[in-house]
């Protein structure tokens, strides 16, 4: 059993930069693989990044590749998400997932925080 959670999210202005955590309990979440998704209102679930359980390999969106940076702590089982240059079109809720495989298929991970909102003004 592994439990999430996030924080960080907010609101800024286009061009601004947020960090976001992601807390992980449970004995297992330090050998998951965790993935960040964003849902906007209206809007399907979208894959924005994932990284292995020992940080060494990371996927990016199309759409955050060059401005998102994942990166995780083992030390204090946490995953961060670096996000740069951000635009409006990036406003949405932000999810950590926790799972196995290092995929961008949303049904491959059993566990999910809570989400944090993200919101970026023009």
């Known amino acids: 059993q592994v439990q999430l959670v996030e924080s960080g999210g907010g609101l800024v202005q286009a061009g601004d930069s947020l960090r976001l955590s992601c807390v992980g309990y449970?004995?297992?979440?330090?050998?998951?693989?965790v993935a960040w998704f964003r849902q906007a209102p209206g809007k399907e679930r979208e894959f924005v990044t994932n990284?292995?359980?020992?940080?060494?390999?990371?996927y990016y969106g199309a759409s955050v590749k060059g401005r998102f940076t994942v990166s995780r702590v083992s030390a204090n089982n946490t995953v961060y998400l670096q996000m740069n240059s951000l635009k409006p079109e990036d406003t949405a809720v932000y999810y950590c997932a926790a799972g196995d495989v290092l995929t961008m298929n949303a049904r491959n991970f059993a566990y999910w925080g809570q989400g944090t909102q993200v919101t970026v003004s023009s």
């Open positions: 449970g004995r297992t979440f330090s050998s998951s693989v």
């Open positions: 990284i292995h359980w020992d940080g060494h390999f990371a």
